[in-house]
């Protein structure tokens, strides 16, 4: 069983910056790829960022050039650098992370909220 575990969220002004970050229950490199998803309020589920295995990433036209997805695999940890935040940033950000053996298993993190203030 993986446990995804993010932290880091909060209120900030728009203009500002956060970190967020995603402690997973095993190495990062085992996974077949991780990622960061976002819901605000009365809106579907969408995709952030995500990294593969072998460290291609892949962006958010809303978030390309402000958010920048990476991984530490001596701390088994997922970070998303979120710069220059917009109020449309506002959401419950989760991580997720893909093993795919036979079959593919997806897990999810708890979530944590961000806040942008105009």
């Known amino acids: 069983q993986v446990q995804l575990v993010e932290s880091g969220g909060g209120l900030v002004q728009a203009g500002g910056s956060l970190r967020l970050s995603c402690a997973a229950s095993?190495?990062?490199?085992?996974?077949?790829?991780m990622g960061w998803y976002r819901q605000a309020p009365g809106k579907q589920r969408e995709l952030v960022a995500t990294?593969?295995?072998?460290?291609?990433?892949n962006y958010a036209d809303s978030v390309k050039g402000r958010f920048t997805i990476s991984r530490d695999n001596a701390k088994n940890t997922l970070y998303l650098q979120m710069n220059s935040l917009k109020p449309e940033d506002t959401a419950v950000y989760y991580c997720n992370a893909v093993v795919q053996v036979v079959i593919m298993y997806n897990y999810w993190g708890q979530g944590t909220q961000v806040t942008v203030s105009s």
């Open positions: 990294i593969t295995g072998g460290g291609s990433t």
């Open positions: 095993r190495s990062v490199f085992s996974f077949n790829a």
